[in-house]
T-cell receptor, first 113, second 112 residues
Framework: EDQVTQSPEALRLQEGESSSLNCSYTVSGLRGLFWYRQDPGKGPEFLFTLYSAGEEKEKERLKATLTKKESFLHITAPKPEDSATYLCAVQPPVSGSARQLTFGSGTQLTVLP | KAGVTQTPRYLIKTRGQQVTLSCSPISGHRSVSWYQQTPGQGLQFLFEYFSETQRNKGNFPGRFSGRQFSNSRSEMNVSTLELGDSALYLC???????????FGSGTQLSVL
């Protein structure tokens, strides 16, 4: 059974204090790993898709990386507006449905001004 | 371009009742998936539809059902509501097989 574990559960940072969020997964034949951001009262908002070990994607202050066992979401010089819950999700192997994502429980990030 | 639209935004029901939630996908998206989000279990896959056919179903009881119409709009139905069905129900659409999911804001269901 696919498993996704995110750590830490919660993270409080001062504005400008860089850090990383972790997503470890156990899935045979990873098809894709997704990062989403979710604000209170809203649905998840897509950030990145990673497909193979060594791949990196960047967007503004965020950079996502992927290894064979885990993914990291690096946040550089965060701002209060980066406060949200960050979710990691994996697609099942090729034999499964690409839309049946397995989500981690998320990391709730708070950036203090 | 309009995003995924879910109605209603909030629902309050009592145990034993049934409920129908609606989802309009992004124009041109033919795939609709449904997820349940709770504080304890997080986001869990319910089912997905493509071209009016249910393609896959998660590990939920038969009280949870859905359908998709020819215009790609989708509905999900929960019968004989239980307290544990209280959750945020999220709909997501995608253009194709390996395309990313776009989520709506969800329907917050409270069962009293």
């Amino acid at each position: 059974e696919d498993q996704v574990t995110q750590s830490p559960e919660a993270l409080r940072l001062q504005e400008g204090e860089s850090s990383s969020l972790n997503c470890s997964y156990t899935v045979s034949g990873l098809r894709g790993l997704f990062w989403y951001r979710q604000d209170p009262g809203k649905g998840p908002e897509f950030l990145f898709t990673l497909y193979s070990a060594g791949e990196e994607k960047e967007k503004e202050r965020l950079k996502a990386t992927l290894t064979k066992k885990e993914s990291f979401l690096h946040i550089t010089a965060p701002k209060p507006e980066d406060s949200a819950t960050y979710l990691c999700a994996v697609q099942p192997p090729v034999s499964g449905s690409a839309r049946q994502l397995t989500f981690g429980s998320g990391t709730q990030l708070t950036v203090l001004p | 371009k309009a995003g995924v639209t879910q109605t209603p935004r909030y629902l309050i029901k009592t145990r034993g009742q049934q409920v129908t939630l609606s989802c309009s996908p992004i124009s041109g998206h033919r795939s609709v998936s449904w997820y349940q989000q709770t504080p304890g279990q997080g986001l869990q896959f319910l089912f997905e539809y493509f071209s009016e056919t249910q393609r896959n179903k998660g590990n939920f009881p038969g009280r949870f059902s859905g359908r998709q119409f020819s215009n790609s709009r989708s509905e999900m139905n929960v019968s004989t509501l239980e307290l544990g069905d209280s959750a945020l129900y999220l709909c997501a659409s995608s253009r194709g097989e390996n395309e990313k999911l776009f989520f709506g804001s969800g329907t917050q269901l409270s069962v009293l």
